[in-house]
């Protein structure tokens, strides 16, 4: 993995190696740190760096610190800026991912959120796929729940939290899948371990509601305005029973990391006809130009470096 030879941290642009915090520190004791996960794509002919959304990354970003009482002077502009400062700084011609977080930095014991000092770090990493097997995933329902929004904010993208995901993809990895399904507690299909779902039933795209626990995916959003303006495709927010996806003519998880995923088999059954549908395939395809700038209709949407 190629790591950022800089990074954000303490208020100023550092070399990586400099980057680091005590094992003594809040946020790594607790969890109580609040992230975010940002994509650029190189576009090769035009030789150009683009970053997605960031703006919207930002704001829940900000959203997420609010959730965990943290304070910060940084708004949705300051963070792209900086950004922007810390890419032209190592110069990066390739994919990235970039990991922007606020943590919680005082030294010491104790379970509480106030009282505490705030911090921002980000570095960057070349990035590629997340999901090997993206145009043909085959996933399991998780015997792990998704978390609660009463237990711990789902809309949030809060550290501590993603110990749920990790028990629900290692489970999966283990069990020779590519990715789970998780339910809610109410029996919902919610989330993968850490993407975003959506089905095609009689041709309608469906997805879990905002309040299924789900967290509030900027490609998931891309997604569904993409499939109503571009696709013309109706398109529902409602919960999912397990059992659906067992009789949808096509299955797929969206994320910053995990793009648009193909799902082809639930449980060693078919999704549809067992191959990546027309619906998800049209939907990659737009999706790759909005990201690396050939659609000049959604270049809102992108930061050019």
Same mark, same amino acid.
């Given at each position: 993995?190629?790591? *950022?030879?800089?990074?954000?941290?303490?208020?100023?642009?550092?070399?990586?190696?400099?980057?680091?915090?005590?094992?003594?520190?809040?946020?790594?004791?607790?969890?109580?740190?609040?992230?975010?996960?940002?994509?650029?794509?190189?576009?090769?002919?035009?030789?150009?760096?683009?970053?997605?959304?960031?703006?919207?990354?930002?704001?829940?970003?900000?959203?997420?610190?609010?959730?965990?009482?943290?304070?910060?002077?940084?708004?949705?502009?300051?963070?792209?800026?900086?950004?922007?400062?810390?890419?032209?700084?190592?110069?990066?011609?390739?994919?990235?991912?970039?990991?922007?977080?606020?943590? #919680?930095?005082?030294?010491?014991?104790?379970?509480?959120?106030?009282?505490? #000092?705030?911090?921002? *770090?980000?570095?960057?990493?070349?990035?590629? #796929?997340?999901?090997?097997?993206?145009?043909?995933?085959?996933?399991?329902?998780?015997?792990?729940?998704?978390?609660?929004?009463?237990?711990?904010?789902?809309?949030? #993208?809060?550290?501590?939290?993603?110990?749920?995901?990790?028990?629900?993809?290692?489970?999966?990895?283990?069990?020779?899948?590519?990715?789970?399904?998780?339910?809610?507690?109410?029996?919902?299909?919610?989330?993968? *371990?850490?993407?975003?779902?959506?089905?095609?039933?009689?041709?309608?795209?469906?997805?879990?509601?905002?309040?299924?626990?789900?967290?509030?995916?900027?490609?998931?959003?891309?997604?569904?305005?993409?499939?109503?303006?571009?696709?013309?495709?109706?398109?529902?927010?409602?919960?999912?029973?397990?059992?659906?996806?067992?009789?949808?003519?096509?299955?797929?998880?969206?994320?910053?990391?995990?793009?648009?995923?193909?799902?082809?088999?639930?449980?060693?059954?078919?999704?549809?006809?067992?191959?990546?549908?027309?619906?998800?395939?049209?939907?990659?395809?737009?999706?790759?130009?909005?990201?690396?700038?050939?659609?000049?209709?959604?270049?809102?949407?992108?930061?050019?470096?």
């Amino acid at each position: 993995m190629d790591l *950022s030879k800089h990074a954000f941290f303490e208020g100023k642009i550092v070399p990586l190696s400099e980057a680091k915090i005590s094992i003594a520190t809040h946020g790594f004791l607790y969890g109580t740190a609040v992230f975010g996960g940002i994509r650029g794509y190189w576009n090769e002919e035009m030789q150009r760096l683009f970053v997605f959304r960031p703006y919207d990354h930002f704001r829940r970003l900000l959203h997420s610190a609010r959730m965990l009482a943290m304070r910060t002077e940084y708004d949705e502009e300051s963070l792209i800026q900086l950004t922007l400062d810390l890419l032209h700084t190592d110069n990066w011609q390739c994919d990235i991912y970039m990991r922007p977080t606020f943590y #919680k930095a005082d030294l010491g014991i104790g379970v509480r959120l106030h009282d505490l #000092k705030d911090e921002f *770090s980000m570095f960057v990493i070349k990035y590629e #796929k997340y999901v090997k097997n993206d145009t043909d995933a085959h996933v399991t329902f998780s015997s792990w729940r998704r978390i609660d929004d009463n237990v711990i904010p789902a809309r949030g #993208k809060v550290a501590g939290a993603y110990v749920n995901s990790a028990l629900i993809k290692t489970d999966a990895a283990r069990a020779g899948f590519d990715e789970a399904l998780v339910l809610d507690q109410n029996g919902h299909v919610s989330e993968g *371990s850490a993407m975003n779902i959506f089905m095609v039933r009689d041709g309608v795209l469906v997805t879990p509601p905002v309040t299924d626990n789900i967290l509030e995916g900027i490609t998931r959003k891309s997604v569904i305005e993409l499939a109503r303006n571009e696709l013309g495709l109706e398109v529902h927010e409602r919960s999912i029973d397990r059992t659906e996806v067992f009789i949808a003519e096509e299955l797929f998880m969206t994320g910053t990391a995990a793009q648009i995923t193909a799902v082809t088999r639930v449980d060693h059954r078919p999704v549809g006809a067992g191959v990546m549908g027309p619906v998800t395939a049209k939907l990659r395809a737009l999706y790759e130009d909005v990201l690396r700038g050939r659609n000049k209709k959604y270049a809102h949407w992108n930061v050019a470096v």
